[in-house]
């Protein structure tokens, strides 16, 4: 089976290779940071990797798995070479206790633009206990780890975010957004676009190739995507093990075939039940390698018979949707949220790993809390490619230039992949700007060929 971390290039990521278990003693008063690799293997075999991801679930409030679900949950994160850190009051040790704060990372690639992809440093179940809230811990776990991503080489680190007003503060900006839409799918809808190909209704279970395949063909040609973690081989397959011991939920699936009969997309989606005022559905996962493949999905979704309303949690900022339609006032959007939280720790090596698409010279004079981007850099895009040079570093000028632009690294994170504008955030008050004009030409410089969007969450 190939699995969504499986790469065909076989890349698997610097980071994940050189891990050792460590402890580092004392990382505030009276608690140890513990660092540990996710097994894969089941709870009875692995009591520490057990005990943290019941830690993380009980800080989210939710239920603890048991049995088949945990060592389920515990294989998914070992096939994502999950790296734990776990904070534990001094003395007690990670075989025989939960930890009081938790924060999982792990290596994926990130799309940048027209193919190109960076390694992330992704972050994930960042918790601290309701009980040791706002002592520092969240920052010294964030410190640490960022430290050891910037040692890596990492140019970025990724995540999504529980409440927006923690990460800022870390260096991560916003970088893409998502809506939550609902579909007026009644009466006769019509698209405005050609539709081709036909779909086919399949069972989950047969997803479990094709899914790693198709949404590694369609995450390439989106910036903004990245690798999908370990858990979608069951969320798309209906497999969780925590519903239903596993022997699924209802969830309903089709593909797209092009066509030549080529599968080129697909839809998971689940009836929301005949109690409900408007029946409607949801749908779960969606990826669609071709706009065609998109236009198809969507034609069979508002085609659904008896179906009045579709529900999707992950639509694009671009319109795309309401494009789709002939009648666009039947998409609502209902709910609005920043997705992809990017963190920049190599200027570098971040604005030379992605395309552009104009020429250009822009000079940033960028401020860093934790270091690791602080500095004044120029930027100078000739035929699509980036030169980076941070000035007055030894082999560059000991010039006195005037930065066109004054901003701090989380800015700088979110307008990297060109899904938000360096001239809104100058509107915004969150970039200065030098010389009239340079945000603007920030905004042009970034810009991409393609909408900027991160269709998965982790
Ligand atoms: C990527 C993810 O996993 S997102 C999930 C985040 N987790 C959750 O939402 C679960 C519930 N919440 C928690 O577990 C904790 O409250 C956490 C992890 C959000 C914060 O942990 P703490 O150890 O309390 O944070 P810590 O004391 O280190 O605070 C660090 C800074 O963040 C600020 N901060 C912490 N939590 C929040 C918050 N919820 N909202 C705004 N600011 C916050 C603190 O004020 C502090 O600011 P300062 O250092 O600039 O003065």
Not at 96 to 110: I, M, N
Not at 376 to 387: K, P, Q, S, Y
Request: proline share 4%; charged share 25%.
């Amino acid at each position: 089976m190939m699995r969504p971390t499986d790469r065909p290039d076989g890349h698997r990521g610097r980071f994940t290779g050189g891990f050792t278990d460590e402890r580092t003693a004392e990382i505030l008063p009276g608690l140890d940071l513990h660092r540990f690799r996710s097994s894969g293997r089941p709870a009875a075999e692995d009591p520490r990797g057990a005990r943290m991801i019941a830690a993380v679930e009980r800080n989210f409030y939710e239920a603890v798995p048991t049995g088949a679900a945990l060592d389920q949950v515990l294989d998914l994160y070992g096939q994502d070479q999950r790296t734990y850190v776990g904070v534990y009051e001094a003395g007690t040790e990670p075989e025989t206790t939960e930890p009081v704060g938790t924060f999982a990372s792990f290596s994926k690639h990130l799309q940048t633009g027209a193919g190109r992809e960076i390694e992330g440093f992704l972050i994930s179940d960042v918790t601290v206990r309701s009980t040791h809230r706002r002592r520092g811990i969240l920052r010294a776990m964030m410190r640490a780890e960022l430290d050891r991503a910037a040692a890596a080489g990492i140019p970025v680190a990724a995540l999504s975010a529980s409440e927006a007003t923690i990460y800022r503060r870390f260096g991560f900006g916003v970088a893409t957004t998502r809506r939550t839409v609902e579909v007026d799918t009644g009466g006769e809808v019509a698209l405005a676009g050609p539709v081709s190909g036909s779909m086919r209704m399949i069972q989950p279970k047969d997803l479990r190739d094709l899914g790693p395949a198709l949404y590694d063909r369609a995450h390439r040609q989106s910036p903004g995507a990245v690798g999908r973690t370990a858990a979608y081989s069951v969320i798309e397959t209906d497999t969780w093990m925590s519903k239903n011991d596993g022997k699924g939920t209802g969830v309903l699936a089709a593909v797209h075939h092009d066509d030549g009969g080529t599968p080129r997309g697909y839809v998971t989606y689940t009836f929301n039940g005949w109690d409900q005022k408007v029946p409607s559905v949801k749908v779960g996962v969606l990826v669609a390698s071709t706009a065609a493949s998109f236009r198809a999905i969507w034609d069979y979704l508002v085609h659904l018979d008896l179906i009045r309303k579709v529900e999707w949690g992950f639509a694009s900022d671009d319109r795309l949707l309401e494009n789709l339609l002939v009648d666009p006032r039947r998409v609502t959007t209902t709910g609005y949220a920043d997705q992809l939280w990017l963190r920049i720790l190599d200027v570098a090596a971040c604005l030379t790993g992605r395309p552009y698409h104009r020429d250009g010279e822009l000079v940033l004079e960028v401020t860093d809390s934790l270091g690791y981007a602080a500095g004044t850099w120029r930027l100078t895009v000739e035929g699509g490619t980036a030169g980076v040079v941070r000035l007055g570093d030894a082999e560059t000028e000991l010039e006195t230039v005037t930065a066109d632009l004054s901003l701090d690294i989380a800015e700088l994170s979110s307008v990297y992949l060109g899904g938000v504008s360096a001239e809104v955030l100058r509107q915004a008050g969150r970039i200065t700007e030098h010389r009239p004009g340079a945000a603007a030409e920030l905004t042009a410089l970034l810009a991409q060929d393609r909408p900027v969007f991160c269709m998965t969450g982790f």
